[in-house]
C-alpha cells in the first residue's frame, strides 16, 4: 500500500511538473529563482535553500526567506488576452499578510494582474476592456501563520481567488482583455505611480504564471488537493 501511494504522489508531481513547464513564467522561488525562463533580479535582504519549517511546510521543501525584499522579472511579461491565473505559495509567520506579493500593477488603472495582502486582507484583482476589478477575503478565515497556495483566476467571464484548493472569492466580470502595462512584474513588492512599494517579510516557495484560466482539476493538481472546493 505504501509503495502504491509513493507511485501516486510521483505519478501527481510529474503531472504538476509537466504543468509549470507549460507556464507562461515559473519560478522556483527556494533557490533564487535560478535558471528561469524569465531571470529574477534579487533585491534587499534574502535568504535561499532555506528548509521549509511552519504550519503547512512541504516536508524538504527549500524555500526563500526574505526580509523586506522583493524579486523583479523585468517588465516584459505581460499577460494578453481575456485570460489569467497567477500562483503563489509563500508563508507570513507573523500572520499581519500586509506586503505585495505578485504585482504587474502600476494603479488600479492599468494593473494587468495583481495577487497582494493588506491590512491582514488577501485579495487579486485586474483592470480590462470593462475596467477595474477585484476579490479579496480576511486572513482570518485561513490559518494566518501557515503556508499556502494562493491563486488569481480570470476567464473572461468572472474573478476568483483561491487558497488551498478553496474558492474563497469570486465575482462575475465579463470583462474582455487584460489591460497592459510598462510597469515591472514584481514578487514581494508592487509598483504605485512609478515607485516600487511595500516590500514583503516572509517565505516564498513558489511562483507561476499562465495567459489561460486553470482548470479545476489544474489547480487542485497545481496545489496537491484533491478538488477546488467552490464558495460558499
Not at 72 to 95: I, M, Q, Y
Not at 115 to 121: E, H, N, T
Not at 191 to 212: H, N, P, Q
Request: proline letters at 3%; glycine letters at 12%; one cysteine or more.
Amino acid at each position: 500500500a505504501a509503495a502504491t501511494a509513493r507511485g501516486k504522489k510521483s505519478r501527481a508531481e510529474g503531472k504538476r511538473a509537466e504543468l509549470l513547464r507549460g507556464a507562461m513564467a515559473h519560478w522556483d522561488l527556494g533557490v533564487g529563482g535560478h535558471g528561469a525562463r524569465h531571470p529574477l533580479r534579487q533585491v534587499g535582504d534574502s535568504e535561499f535553500n532555506v528548509r521549509a519549517g511552519g504550519p503547512g511546510a512541504i516536508p524538504g521543501a527549500r524555500v526563500a526567506v526574505m526580509r523586506s525584499a522583493y524579486f523583479d522579472a523585468g517588465k516584459e511579461l505581460n499577460v494578453p488576452g481575456s485570460a489569467v491565473t497567477a500562483f503563489l505559495r509563500a508563508r507570513d509567520p507573523s500572520g499581519k499578510w500586509n506586503a505585495a506579493l505578485f504585482a504587474k500593477r502600476g494603479g488600479h488603472d492599468r494593473v494587468n494582474c495583481n495577487l497582494y495582502s493588506i491590512g491582514g486582507v488577501i485579495g487579486f484583482e485586474v483592470h480590462t476592456d470593462a475596467g477595474f476589478v477585484g476579490v479579496s477575503f480576511p486572513a482570518s478565515e485561513i490559518a494566518a501563520t501557515a503556508w499556502h497556495d494562493f491563486a488569481g483566476r480570470y476567464d473572461g467571464q468572472a474573478i476568483e481567488l483561491i487558497c488551498d484548493g478553496q474558492v474563497m472569492a469570486r465575482k462575475i466580470w465579463k470583462g474582455g482583455n487584460l489591460t497592459q502595462n510598462t510597469e515591472p512584474l514584481l514578487l514581494g513588492a508592487e509598483t504605485d505611480a512609478g515607485k516600487i512599494v511595500r516590500t514583503f517579510t516572509g517565505e516564498m516557495e513558489e511562483a507561476a504564471l499562465w495567459s489561460r484560466a486553470l482548470s479545476d482539476s489544474e489547480l487542485a493538481l497545481l496545489m496537491r488537493t484533491k478538488a477546488i472546493e467552490p464558495d460558499v
